[in-house]
T-cell receptor, first 118, second 113 residues
């Protein structure tokens, strides 16, 4: 089945530094990837839609200069949290879209990246 | 505005019992309804999904029941096992899933022996 690899799985950084999270579709090409944020015991909150070769579409309230998204190839999207602060500590999850045999678009999620900003 | 309402928030079921999680949606244009299972510290994994042209879909111990007129769908886990203990999210999307998924708030299921 489809596999989405996310790296790193855990990262701890100092306040003010930037952190890059990678999301790769291993066995399929994904023109569209989504980035979600999840707080403990809460649902997934869509941050942005990443489109290969074009600018990402950010959801309302998500700072595009804070969360930089680059979808440079059909198998890789990156999320960079710039000038991270403790309130950015969260679980970030990416997902990649592909079509199933019935024509529906199926989302496969990565394992997530736990960011802790000290 | 919450477009997909999920209940209950938490659920405890005896081993071998039936777990039932319900979701209601508002947008009648939704045409793709997946359920995801998430274990702690992991990303969600697609469990089963349904399109509105059928009222029920079964895969192993997991069944989705879909009521288009009531705008409701539910997940039934038969013969629940301790390994089923996880958080379950229902979701909905437009255009056969071509738009971002809208998630419910999740249900924490605990299956006890």
């Amino acid at each position: 089945g489809a596999v989405v690899s996310q790296h790193p799985s855990r990262v701890i950084c100092k306040s003010g530094t930037s952190v890059k999270i990678e999301c790769r579709s291993l066995d399929f090409q994904a023109t569209t990837m989504f980035w979600y944020r999840q707080f403990p015991k809460q649902s997934l909150m869509l941050m942005a839609t990443s489109n290969e070769g074009s600018k990402a579409t950010y959801e309302q309230g998500v700072e595009k200069d804070k969360f930089l998204i680059n979808h440079a190839s059909l198998t890789l999207s990156t999320l960079t949290v710039t000038s991270a602060h403790p309130e950015d500590s969260s679980f970030y999850i990416c997902s990649a879209k592909q079509q199933d045999p019935g024509g529906a678009n199926v989302l496969t999620f990565g394992a997530g990246s736990r960011l802790t900003v000290l | 505005q919450q477009q997909v309402k999920q209940s209950p928030q938490s659920l405890i079921v005896q081993k071998g019992g039936i777990s039932i999680i319900n979701c209601a949606y508002e947008n009648t244009a939704f045409d793709y309804f997946p359920w995801y299972q998430q274990f702690p510290g992991k990303g969600p994994a697609l469990l089963i999904a349904i399109r509105p042209d059928v009222s029920e879909k079964k895969e192993g111990r997991f069944t989705i029941s879909f009521n288009k007129s009531a705008k409701q769908f539910s997940l039934h886990i038969m013969d629940s096992q301790p390994g089923d203990s996880a958080t379950y999210f229902c979701a909905a999307a437009l255009n056969s899933g071509n738009t971002p998924l809208v998630f419910g708030k999740g249900t924490r299921l605990s299956v006890i022996a």
